[in-house]
């Protein structure tokens, strides 16, 4: 038996596969297959476009896959959302999907879209923001470049955003925010009730989860004189508390912890100041919780 999995294709794929590989799935692909190979005999890995997942996985032709939140409101599709996954292409996070105009556009809001045009790849999740405000404007399906059509071919856009770089210098201006939304796993609904399948996608969850808790994260072992661990432990932030073994001499421990990787520069001139030994700090790939 085989889980068949679908691997988003296109912004989020470089994303998704480092993050399998941290979680221990090292997945090869073969820039002429949508099909990459993958060092598990018990799952079939298949590209498909983040927009397009969640149609697939409802309909049984994939057993689970990753794609949006904003993808799957979309499709209004009837899938299990197994589990939130907070990364995407640049940042451990979410990202927003804006209502954007031109900086010198007078549009102070959405109800000052009335009867104005707005384009986005988000047809029917912009349609029902609309409503939601009483507005009633023409909606265009946009097939790319959508940063560049106000003012000459829309008066406003609804787009991805990470940063709003992009939007910024594209000469464009955040109005409101129509949408968050984070990569998720989902199921198909029979394949969830497949007990083999079920444990396969709760594996892979953790084994994520810990990948991404692990994120931006380093181990650090050291020892110290138990006359000198208090100052250690003040100076350690901890994921709980530290842990702390005894050595052979008595009277010196050995404190192992993890640490966010960007203050490693600062608390290791102080734990040293701590009188603090044998400093090492390691990577972490997993963090399972």
């Known amino acids: 038996m085989k889980l068949k999995l679908g691997l988003p294709k296109g912004s989020l794929q470089e994303a998704s596969l480092q993050l399998f590989r941290r979680a221990g799935y090292e997945i090869t692909v073969n820039p002429r297959s949508y099909f990459p190979a993958v060092d598990d005999e018990e799952i079939e890995c298949m590209l498909i476009r983040a927009q ?14 990753l794609t949006g939140r904003d993808w799957i409101l979309e499709n209004g599709a ?17 990202v927003r999907w804006v209502l954007a105009v031109p900086e010198e556009s007078p549009v102070k809001s959405v109800t000052d879209l009335e009867g104005k045009i707005i384009a986005t790849e988000l047809v029917k999740v912009t349609e029902r923001y609309l409503a939601q405000n009483g507005v009633k404007a023409k909606v265009e399906f946009s097939w790319g470049a959508t940063e560049v059509k106000p003012p000459v071919l829309a008066d406003a856009i609804v787009e991805v955003t990470e940063t709003g770089s992009s939007l910024r210098a594209n000469g464009l201006r955040i109005v409101e925010t129509v949408l968050e939304s984070n990569t998720k796993f989902i199921s198909n609904h029979a394949a969830w009730q497949d007990s083999w399948k079920r444990e396969k996608m709760e594996t892979l969850v953790m084994l994520l989860d810990g990948a991404m808790e ?12 138990r006359a000198d661990l208090d100052r250690v432990l003040a100076v350690l932030p901890a994921l709980k508390r530290p842990t ?9 421990v050995a404190v192992n912890t993890v640490i966010e990787e960007k203050t490693v520069r600062e608390i290791i001139p102080r734990l040293k100041a701590a009188n603090a030994q044998g400093i090492v700090e390691y990577p972490l790939n997993k963090i399972v919780l």
């Open 52 to 65: 397009e997942m969640a149609r697939y996985v409802e309909d049984g032709i994939l057993d689970a896959g």
């Open 214 to 225: 692990a994120a931006g994260k380093v181990g650090l072992m050291l020892n110290v004189q």
């Open 244 to 252: 702390i073994s005894t050595l052979s001499d008595p009277g010196w």
């Open 78 to 94: 009837n899938v299990r959302e197994v589990a939130d996954l907070l990364y995407s292409k640049q940042t451990l996070g979410k």
